[in-house]
């Protein structure tokens, strides 16, 4: 809380002037939501990308290529959970694209829309990973 202000009066007294106390925000997402939405498609991406390299060779040797495909589709799966969990988060901050606006509003919207796009364009992208192991199979090497 800001300190109490003392102004002199026009008449010589001393008067205390306390500021008016700035409005507080409520933030409409929780931070971990907010952030679960935004991080969760790149890091089980990388995930996903580690397993198929361990499993490609395996795969290759023992003729099972479904380890692969579970793992992709797996993968893919939790990421469109937090493409919803995103999605969501955006919905609850006012379904409304981010502005200039401060706040924990605005911050949620750009995190929720944030979350939508990253979310979204790493399913593109593990769906396109994907396609080679289904199209070649894990023994095709150059």
């Known amino acids: 809380m800001a300190p109490d202000a003392r102004v002199e009066h026009h008449d010589g007294e001393e ?5 008016e106390p700035g409005r507080v925000e409520n933030a409409p997402v929780g931070n971990l939501a907010l ?5 969760t498609g790149p ?3 990388l995930i996903l990308l580690e397993t ?12 099972r290529w479904w380890p692969m495909h579970v793992v992709a589709a797996v ?9 919803l969990l995103a999605w969501r988060n955006w919905v609850a901050s ?11 509003v605005a911050r949620s919207r750009f995190l929720g829309a944030l979350g939508v796009l990253v979310s ?7 769906i396109a990973q994907w396609i080679p192991v289904m199209l070649l199979g894990p023994c095709q090497h150059t």
């Open 15 to 19: 008067v205390t002037v306390r500021p």
């Open 94 to 104: 006012g379904r409304a694209w981010p502005e200039d606006d401060a706040g924990s």
């Open 120 to 126: 979204g364009g790493f399913i593109l992208v593990m």
């Open 75 to 83: 993968a893919t799966a939790i990421t469109a959970v937090a493409l």
């Open 43 to 45: 890091v089980v991406f």
């Open 52 to 63: 198929n390299y361990v499993l490609n060779d395996w795969a290759c040797d023992v003729g």
């Open 35 to 39: 952030w679960a939405g935004v991080l």
